[in-house]
């Protein structure tokens, strides 16, 4: 087994046994899996933890892409391995249910992998291993529970994750406890400093008045939100019109205009001061709106229409005819605001009708960077967005992932068949994510596992893990790094599902060109 890269730097991977033959059975099947499986957690291992390291990636038609997401590595990696595409799965279950942790699950369920390769070579059966596996699961996902606090959100403050945190607070349901993401728009413009992200109360759309002439700001915006086309209606190509004389040319001219005339008119009639639509007009259209004072925004995208529509509390209009006053979405201020020098403008819509849609609005020197924070921010709005359904939480660091392997190993003892191996073996697997941790951050792992994992015992402390950013105390509840209870022990039970769903295949065919 051996780990390529591509032309384009992307990771691929070797398996040599599968060259020669289509079909592995029993053990060597295993471990070819097994293989496959911890060369994808052995790549995202080392971008793990606040010191990890960034990957570069460059998609076929030359995107470059910088992140340590562990979703969005493997996104990205294009792997060919089934066994590979499961770890991938994986992530992305995670990234589903959670939002976050999602290369940490990869590490665990690579750190099983290798443990239960282990105990297949010292004769174990894999199903045993499986079954001690989920019995060990159990007990950590207990354990978690066991040394969960609660946490008040609204504790949360840094920069970003204030951010991430405000926006969450102003559109969660708290009585319901429901929060729905799609409420917070994610906007980024290449320019100014991270810094300058902000949250906006309202709806930021990267468009600007059709024409430049129109108000750059509008007071008490009655706004047509239209995805029906805003032109006269142009003739089918299969019908023909003759047209031999001047006169006719410019009746028909005359009649197109007098129509779209009559629209602007009937838009004015239902009382819209400003007209969104999805689709363009041309600059005839375009002089007429602003010689007739009706702003206009075209080429708006159906999403963001639709969150437009939800803010301003209006709706959407897909024929024309149907444009009544009760439809108008309204917004107590609409402005364009221009950035830098540059031509570059941007529609801010607020004071919203329904204030419950907002903008994050990121800022950040290179398309790379507004893009890797826009990852990061969806994280923390996944954070938040937990924390508001349950705000159970555990350490981080490694320190949950330490006094769960200490739980486990105890629970070893009480269990007299072949599977205490297994659950042994489990305890050492978690002991991964502290290790990576650590190396992560240039300390030596195993000194500081044990230092770690001894304070956890002799000073019956779950708090204590990895100090990767030299904090000069490894207490996470002092350094105040968390994570939610139920991010921590979906990783557990995602990792060990398909460690066992790996474990458990014996027989792997391919189709005989491999
Ligand atoms: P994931 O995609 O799994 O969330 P991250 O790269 O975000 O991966 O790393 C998360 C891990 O790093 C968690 O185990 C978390 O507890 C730990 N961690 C985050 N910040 C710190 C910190 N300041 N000190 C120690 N550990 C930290």
Request: net charge negative.
């Amino acid at each position: 087994m051996a780990l390529a890269f591509d032309e384009y730097g992307r990771p691929f991977i070797i398996l040599r046994e599968q060259e020669k033959k289509s079909r592995l059975q029993g053990l060597d099947a295993q471990k070819a899996n097994i293989a496959a499986g911890k060369s994808v957690a052995r790549i995202l291992r080392t971008s793990l933890g606040p010191k990890g390291m960034d990957k570069m990636l460059q998609s076929p038609d030359g995107d470059v892409t910088i992140t340590n997401d562990g979703a969005t590595i493997l996104e990205l990696m294009d792997v060919d391995n089934q066994i590979a595409k499961l770890m991938v799965e994986l992530s992305r279950s995670q990234d589903y249910d959670i939002g976050d942790g999602t290369t940490g699950v990869v590490v665990l369920a690579g750190s099983l992998l290798e443990q239960a390769e282990k105990l297949l070579e010292r004769g174990i059966h894999p199903i045993r291993i499986a079954e001690g596996y989920e019995m060990a699961s159990r007990i950590a996902v207990d354990h978690l529970e066991s040394i969960s606090t609660k946490y008040d959100v609204s504790r949360w403050k840094r920069s970003l994750a204030e951010i991430a945190v405000k926006a969450v607070l102003a559109v969660a349901d708290l009585e319901r406890k429901d929060v729905n993401l799609d409420l917070i728009k994610v906007e980024g413009k290449v320019g100014g400093k991270l810094e300058d992200t902000e949250l906006v109360q309202g709806i930021i759309v990267d468009k600007d008045m059709s024409h430049p002439q129109m108000p750059k700001r509008i007071e008490d915006a009655h706004i047509a939100i239209l995805t029906c086309p805003f032109e006269p209606p142009k003739p089918k190509t299969k019908h023909k019109v003759d047209i031999d004389t001047v006169e006719k040319f410019q009746t028909l001219r005359g009649q197109e205009q007098k129509y779209f005339d009559d629209m602007v008119q009937k838009c004015k009639d239902v009382g819209a001061t400003l007209v969104i639509c999805q689709w363009g007009f041309d600059d005839e259209a375009n002089h007429l709106l602003m010689q007739r004072e009706l702003p206009a925004v075209r080429w708006v995208g159906g999403v963001e229409l639709e969150l437009i529509a939800i803010a301003t509390g209006g709706r959407i209009v897909p024929r024309f005819q149907e444009l009544t006053t009760e439809k108008l979405g309204k917004a107590g201020l609409v402005r364009e605001k221009s950035f830098g020098t540059t031509k570059d403008r941007m529609l801010y819509i607020e004071k919203c009708a329904n204030s419950k849609a907002v903008t994050i609005f990121i800022r950040g020197g290179n398309k790379m960077m507004i893009e890797e924070t826009k990852r990061s921010i969806h994280d923390a709005l996944c954070v938040a967005r937990n924390l508001i359904i349950n705000n159970s939480i555990v350490y981080g660091g490694g320190s949950a992932e330490i006094s769960c392997s200490i739980a486990v190993d105890a629970a070893a003892d009480r269990h007299p068949g072949v599977e205490q191996y297994a659950i042994r073996a489990f305890a050492d697997a978690l002991d991964a994510i502290p290790l990576a941790l650590a190396e992560n951050s240039g300390l030596p792992p195993i000194d500081t596992l044990t230092v770690v994992k001894s304070q956890h015992v002799k000073e019956n402390n779950s708090r204590c893990g990895i100090d990767c950013n030299d904090v000069g105390t490894n207490d996470m509840k002092e350094q105040n790094v968390f994570e939610t209870l139920i991010g921590k022990q979906q990783q557990i039970l995602l990792a060990t599902q398909v460690v066992k769903m790996i474990l458990k295949i014996d027989d792997v065919i391919t189709p005989s060109e491999y």
